[in-house]
């Protein structure tokens, strides 16, 4: 579909690169904007410059497919952020490494507009500018991504492995949320130096910056097998030794329960080991995107530092791409579906008289009923009766047997 073009480049045939894109490209459209530079034709790998120009349909194809993708992505991660921000029984140090996903996504939306301007322009319109926000936001947000994503497995993992000694403070939620864009800010500000360890360049259709990872220079191939192993191989051997772990304390708990001697103390600490497990779920979800949206860029990027380059034409790289930005626009709505308490947030927010109305039915549907008299705190007051004949030590020791068995 993008055959090569029937002579071959070299980065030292400056001016046969020149007279190509000049040739091949709109390029005096691009200078009316004051981004675009003939120097920033330099930056760009020789080998994308061997393809063809995509027809422009693929452009605007891309270009539409992106502005769906941007407008669902933000809605969706910034009712996430309002909803967690606006309900104080969300705002958990556990939720706010989800709150925090959702910042890191949307954040990956908002590098979208400089590749939907580009596609419109069918090149790299908006010039050095334009590729060094797109490649530094892109890379900022998919290696925070991840490390939050490591970090909200390693929370479930401890809390659902050891409930009663693992606790997950608002100081070490802080902790890790600092640490993920530390880690982030590091490795995608490498780039926007300029150095031997190489930059963001165009790729593909020239309309988006990445690494480049088909630069023949030892030092920009030893950052990115770097990269590929600091965020993406580390964080996922994290998330599948968590996940591992997780299942088996799933098949574990599939047997608790089944006494018929459980104090209600008991029962409330399982009730909240299954909503631990059904949250690690929906995380199990998510990461599971993740691996699928950012695997297959990351093979792309392999590929180019292992020196096969042949196999990587244009529509090789967008692809994979675009896989990227849908895992950050689906996430939200995977959390939101599967999460109870988000979504009675969200009702209540959204249909505050729907749900006032249909309280008030029920109310007055069972006020007649003489069954149900006793009141909340008098059941409050039985249970504590009931529980106040035990001693201390012993409820512990109920707790402690149950959770082993």
Known sequence: ?????????????????????????????????????????????????????????NHYALAVLYVIIMIIGLVGNILVIAIFIRSRSLRTPANSLVMNLAISDALMMSKMPVFIFNSIESGPALGRLGCQIYGFLGGLSGTASICTLAAISLNRYYVIKFPLNMRFTGARSKICIALAWIYSVTFSSIPLLDTELGSYVPEGYLTSCSFDYLSEMAGVKLFILIFFTAAWLMPFTIITFCYIHIWIVVLETRNVGKSGNESSRNIKLEEKRRQDLKL??????????WFVAWTPYAVVALLGISNHADLITPLASMIPALFCKTASCIDPFVYALSNPKFKNEVKRCFFKGSIHNYQSSKVWSTRGSTERRRTLKDEVKDEVKSVESISEEVQEEIILVSIKS
């Open 280 to 289: 690690a779920g929906t995380i199990f979800i998510i990461i599971i995107l």
């Open 1 to 57: 579909m993008y055959p090569p073009m029937n002579f071959t480049l070299t980065p030292n045939d400056t001016s046969n690169i020149f007279a190509v894109f000049i040739e091949k490209y709109p390029i005096s459209s691009w200078k009316k904007y004051g981004f675009f530079d003939e120097n920033y034709i330099k930056s760009i790998n020789v080998h994308w410059l061997q393809f063809l120009p995509p027809n422009q349909i």
